[in-house]
């Protein structure tokens, strides 16, 4: 299945090149797309049939019971939104409701925490720079956000908006700037039609969790009636203190994200054994567990443990 491209555009100016609409490359993108849908749509029927784990009963005291509501159920497949034209996005629609899926998780920022999408607030940012006489990093326009959500919506898909702050911590006046500028995205984008806004990348230890509460506190000031959640990897949340407990009871919901090897053979177990031993934390918060993408290979088998341990709230991320 074809989410991400292998191709990386090098930095270069905006408009130092023309578009050019390969149709070819839709074609295999909608190939791919169909030919892994319905292959994890078979091995997980499979898995689903034939599994023996069943997971272990607990009880828990009323104090433990969740403080926050337990997350959107949601079986969310990652799209990649550098390289995506809007006709892609609605064939990508069809197919993955076609195989089961009912939501897409959107990197809605880069490995350098710029948007990978287009929006008014995106547009006027990519002003300011080029009149800094900045480049922009993206060679090719990036699709309206918008459009994008409209589309997997026309095929019933829930939208899940994954933003990775790089500026909660905000120690200069150059920081304070940065982090209103991230604000002002996260509070645009339940009005792009995303449906939910998950936080990715909020520090959770040390001086840094006092940082992290007075971002999602702004976030919150500004968007009450939005959904917002956040996602923490599985082991913090294992350990959470006082000081972590007040961090995720200011989201409407918590993800946990779990280890995944590099490893193929190795995931199934992983993901198994990760999710069996953490009974507690999913009966006390019922979170949504979120699987790292690394490739469609290992996606495959995140996929059969998952529905080998029963679980049906998950996102690969």
């Not at 996602?231 to 918590?254: H, M, P, R, Y």
Request: charge should be negative.
């Amino acid at each position: 299945m074809y989410y991400r491209s292998n191709y990386r555009p090098k930095k270069k100016s905006r408009g130092s090149k023309k578009v050019i609409t390969v149709i070819a490359a839709v074609i295999i993108v909608i190939t791919a797309t169909i030919f892994l849908g319905n292959y994890l749509k078979g091995k997980a029927e499979y898995s689903k049939e034939n599994s023996t784990t069943v997971p272990p009963e607990v009880t828990v005291s009323e104090d433990e019971l969740s403080i926050i509501a337990a997350a959107p159920q949601v079986s969310a497949y990652p799209v990649f939104l550098e390289d995506m034209t809007l006709e892609s996005a609605y064939l990508l629609a069809e197919e993955l409701a076609a195989t089961g899926y009912t939501g897409v998780s959107l990197r809605l920022t880069d490995g350098s925490g710029r948007p990978t999408y287009s929006s008014d607030t995106t547009e006027m940012f990519n002003s300011e720079r080029a009149r800094a006489g900045e480049d922009d990093d993206h060679s090719v326009p990036l699709t309206a956000l918008k459009d994008i959500t409209a589309a997997f919506h026309s095929a019933g898909l829930r939208t899940v908006g994954c933003f990775t702050t790089w500026n909660y911590n905000a120690d200069s006046a150059s920081d304070e700037v940065l982090r209103s500028y991230e604000i002002a995205l996260v509070c645009e984008l339940p009005t792009l039609g995303i449906d939910e806004v998950v936080i990715f990348g909020l520090e959770t230890d040390g001086d840094n969790r006092t940082a992290s509460l007075e971002y999602i506190e702004k976030i919150n000031s500004l968007i009450s009636d939005s959904t917002l959640g956040v996602a923490i990897k599985l082991s913090s949340v294992k350990e959470a203190g006082t000081d972590l407990q007040i961090l995720i009871s200011k989201f409407d919901f918590l993800s946990v994200i779990l280890d995944i090897p590099e490893e193929t053979d190795k995931v199934y177990g992983a993901v198994e054994s990760q999710i069996n031993e953490s009974t507690v934390v999913l009966t006390k918060h019922s979170p949504r567990l979120v699987l790292p993408y690394v490739d469609n290979t290992i996606t495959v088998e995140e996929i059969l443990a998952i529905n080998g341990t029963h679980i049906d709230n998950w996102m690969i991320y």
